[in-house]
């Protein structure tokens, strides 16, 4: 006989934020004058304030450039001085990789400059380019490939696509479409920025493409090696003739993989196959040697072909071979590098994720054995609620992202790596852990990530709040890290000491997506639906808007083509040859769930990427002065998550930004919960969650996971539920377990008491004694899906080793006793 009975209510309270809130008051009674600064009522008008606010900012920062750093790479922001690579010291990696003595926060900007409709900027950097695009490149200097693929090139392509493909074509439909026009009228752009950037795509010969197709040949012979593996650095004059050997070793997972989007782009604008033949050819090579839990390690020797490390994550090193496979397959309709992003998200979710109601966190594991490697993550990683957002994995994305969002309440930045967890030994249980703590590498230059999936969520839910997080942002920058020429991030989070440096990506990434963030009545060229209509286009990894369409090829290639010379001899059809391996199910024997006709499997990976799931917060998007974050159960869940890891360094404490925490800013709290009920929030669990490995881990990706689906109409058998799983071998599964001890509050708010544990282990009416020290499990997660509260993971009857009897062993209600805990809502199915 089978017992449902798993218990579902809540109890609430409310007192996490009136202590927030107190704080606050008091606060910002002190600083008025920054508290008034906070508008927050993103108006039209308080919009085009907050957009001018930061093309001001930008302008502070080209001008800069333009006067003190320009012609070399960058300006040094706190010095005024020119900074370009190393000379000196070819091994000083740290600067060489990305600078290249090529003006670089010019190219890495010319679509930055359009997108803020900076016109005359571009036509003089277009001009000083255009002047020496001949020995341009011709620099002795060794850069990285992947910095020179998406800094120099991207940069190129971004920009030629834009002058030949928005303005132009508009120009010539729109004399043949004055019919057209009737039904739909285009919307305004402001007239004189449109002539002006008509003026300039007409000018404009496409000779930047012709740089691209310079560098292009500069890079690719990286790629020519015995392996098909690239060697990760090269000597932009000189080829691959005096790179010193240490300096080729290690090849990282991004580094090999990420350059066949913008290769891809560059043979199909040019019609040169080569770059796309090697990029390609490496990205498969390397994906079918992915290890057994379906991840590819982060470093390898591109000699040998040989993995260096059996490390995986989505940080740094490994992060941007995710988010080109779900571009490339946006970009190209690729479906083989679709299924690479779905194998590989299905592995990270199985493997790698650490999530409950209120947050989301990817760290590092062993690619051997599944085992966590390390406790922090790493400032790249806040790019990744973006790419969620990107492949429709909005609940993902929003608890990913909340995570960054905690971080930046305590840091003003996110620090390169943040500790998020201590473990609590006997010996340390009472320690108090202090900001410095929590930091293992301590700089922060500037970086977009944590904007850039700010901006993402925001075109996604269009929740006030991610305007609320940029307006911040947008202080700081004003406030904190605006320097005499430009912007300089911290060298040391922990004191607040500043960095002398900016790298390119401050203005083409970090102030590019803010700005678009605050766009939200979509006046940039990017968010204009009739200029970029019938464009699949993509933000490159920086920030460069690419997009492809087969007219593109004859538009560009055949002009260029001509002034090129001979097509390549390279056959693009080979690169294609990789099977992707669909993992097996297993057969159902007769008579097992398929007996209950009302009952439905399905894959809860396939649904996943099936549906555009709408905001799951709840609240519908638009809704005047509202925000869907004072209805979320779990805002500050992740607060209590990550308690020890949250503290303010004293620097920060002491920043105007009216005393409080972003999602608890008084000007924006006060206006966008004016019309709702008062943010309540569950108490905290005090239960312990943790995983476990049942069996082999190597067998996770072969094993099924269904989930369960009750037809509407069925009367019969109620003991299986809507969103029940269905896990027919536990031989294989990472379990995640929550335990349930007697008097602890569970993740549903509930108090876990004895007679409830005694009931799961004996049912109703029982006559055993009660066992005060009887102690429970909850099954939370099972390879990655979560088990929603109150459902149940269903199983087939299983054999136990004689030696595991006392470890495991089967109640007569059907449940699962794991060392003598009651497992609450793992149910054997006896058909
Ligand atoms: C907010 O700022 C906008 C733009 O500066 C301004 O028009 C508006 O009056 C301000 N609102 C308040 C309440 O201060
Ligand atoms: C935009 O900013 C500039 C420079 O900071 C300022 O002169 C101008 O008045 C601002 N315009 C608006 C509409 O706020
Ligand atoms: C940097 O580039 C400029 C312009 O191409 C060139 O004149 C100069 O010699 C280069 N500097 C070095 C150190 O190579
Ligand atoms: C490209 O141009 C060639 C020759 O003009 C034409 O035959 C071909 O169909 C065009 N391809 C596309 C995709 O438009
Ligand atoms: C694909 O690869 C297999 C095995 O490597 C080979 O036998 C086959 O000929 C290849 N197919 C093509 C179209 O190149
Ligand atoms: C438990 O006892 C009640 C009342 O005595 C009875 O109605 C019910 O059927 C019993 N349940 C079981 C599972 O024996």
Redesign the pocket.
């Known amino acids: 006989m089978l017992h449902r009975l798993i218990h579902s209510h809540l109890f609430l309270c409310t007192y996490v934020l009136s202590i927030q809130i107190v704080a606050a008051t008091a606060a910002a009674a002190a600083t008025t004058n920054a508290y008034s600064r906070f508008n927050s009522s993103f108006t039209p008008d308080h919009l085009?304030?907050l957009k001018?606010?930061t093309?001001?900012l930008f302008?502070h920062a080209w001008s800069s450039y333009i006067n003190y750093g320009f012609p070399a790479d960058e300006v040094r922001p706190l010095t005024c001085e020119p900074y370009g690579p190393d000379y000196k010291d070819v091994t000083n990696t740290v600067r060489n990789d990305a600078m290249a003595n090529i003006s670089l926060t010019m190219l890495d900007n010319l679509d930055t400059l359009i997108i803020m409709g900076q016109w005359d900027e571009l036509e003089s950097a277009l001009k000083y380019l255009k002047t020496n695009q001949k020995e341009f490149f011709n620099q002795d200097t060794i850069v990285q490939v992947f910095e020179a693929t998406i800094r120099f090139l991207g940069g190129l392509l971004s920009t030629h696509l834009i002058l030949t493909d928005v303005i132009k074509v508009d120009a010539l439909s729109s004399s043949a479409s004055t019919t057209k026009a009737r039904s739909a009228p285009p919307p305004p752009l402001p007239p004189t920025s449109l002539n002006r950037l008509r003026e300039i795509s007409a000018n404009y010969d496409g000779f930047l493409l012709g740089m691209a197709h310079d560098l292009g040949l500069r890079l690719i012979p990286s790629y020519r090696t015995r392996t098909n593996i690239p060697v990760p650095r090269i000597n932009l004059a000189k080829g691959l003739k005096d790179v010193p050997p240490p300096l080729q070793k290690d090849a990282c997972t991004s580094g090999v993989t990420t350059p066949v989007l913008e290769f891809t782009l560059l043979s199909r604008l040019t019609g040169d196959y080569q770059f796309e033949y090697y990029s390609q050819l490496a990205f498969w090579k390397i994906w079918s040697s992915k290890l057994q839990l379906n991840l590819l390690p982060m470093t390898i020797d591109p000699f040998s072909n040989q993995w260096k490390d059996s490390i995986t994550g989505i940080g740094a090193s490994i992060d941007s071979f995710y988010e080109y496979a779900a571009k490339s397959a946006i970009l190209f309709d690729d479906d083989h590098m679709w299924s690479v992003f779905k194998t590989s998200y299905q592995a990270l979710l199985t493997h790698l994720a650490q999530s409950d109601e209120g947050s989301m966190i990817f760290p590092n594991i062993n690619n051997q054995d599944g085992v966590l490697f390390s406790d922090w993550i790493d400032s790249l990683s806040a790019f990744w609620s973006g790419l969620q957002v990107l492949t429709g994995q909005l609940t993902d994305a929003i608890k990913t992202h909340v995570v960054y969002l905690k971080i930046w309440d305590h840091f003003d930045s996110i620090p390169e790596r943040w500790i998020y967890s201590h473990r609590n030994s006997k010996k340390n249980r009472r320690k108090i852990y202090r900001a410095e703590d929590s930091i293992e590498l301590e700089w922060y230059p500037l970086r977009p990530e944590f904007i850039e999936s700010t901006y993402y969520l925001y075109r996604a839910t269009r929740d006030p709040m991610y305007l609320h997080i940029g307006e911040r942002i947008l202080y700081l920058f004003q406030n904190t890290y605006k320097a005499p020429c430009g912007f300089s991030g911290f060298q040391d989070v922990r004191t607040g000491q500043k960095q002398n440096r900016m790298e390119t990506f401050v203005l083409g990434e970090t102030l590019k997506y803010l700005y678009l963030l605050f766009d939200v009545e979509d006046e940039a060229i990017l968010h204009n639906k009739v200029l970029m209509r019938g464009k699949n286009w993509i933000f490159s990894t920086e920030a460069h808007p690419l997009w492809y369409h087969k007219n593109l090829y004859n538009r560009s290639a055949q002009g260029f083509l001509g002034a090129a010379g001979e097509e390549s001899k390279i056959n693009p059809a080979i690169i294609r040859n990789t099977t992707i391996v669909k993992p097996e199910l297993f057969e159902i024997p007769d008579g097992g769930l398929n007996a209950l006709a009302h009952v439905t499997k399905k894959d809860p990976y396939g649904s996943r990427f099936d549906t555009c799931q709408l905001n799951p917060l709840g609240k519908a998007p638009n809704s005047f002065l509202e925000s869907s974050f004072y209805n979320w159960d779990h805002l500050f869940k992740a607060d209590y998550t990550f308690q020890n890891s949250l503290k303010k360094p004293r620097h920060v404490t002491r920043t105007n930004l009216d005393g409080s925490y972003i999602e608890l800013s008084r000007s924006f709290y006060d206006k966008f919960t004016m019309f709702q009920t008062p943010l309540i929030c569950p108490r905290m669990p005090t239960t312990h969650v943790y995983e476990i490995f049942w069996g082999d881990i190597k067998e996770a990706t072969r094993l099924e996971v269904s989930l369960l689906k009750v037809s509407d109409d069925a009367t019969e058998n109620k003991i299986i539920y809507n969103d029940d799983l269905w896990v027919p071998n536990l031989l294989g599964l990472r379990i995640q377990f929550e335990e349930l001890k007697v008097d602890d509050i569970d993740a549903k708010n509930k108090v876990i008491t004895i007679d409830y544990l005694h009931l799961l282990l004996h049912g109703l009416n029982s006559t055993q004694p009660v066992d005060t020290g009887l102690k429970g499990l909850r099954v939370r997660r099972v390879n990655g899906v979560d088990v929603k509260l109150g459902a149940a993971v269903w199983t087939l009857p299983f054999q136990v080793n004689e030696k595991d009897k006392d470890t495991v062993q089967v109640t007569e209600g059907g449940r699962v006793v794991l060392e003598g805990k009651i497992v609450e809502n793992l149910m054997v199915w006896y058909g």
Do not use: H, I, L, M
């Open positions: 085009r304030y001018n606010e093309k001001a302008q």
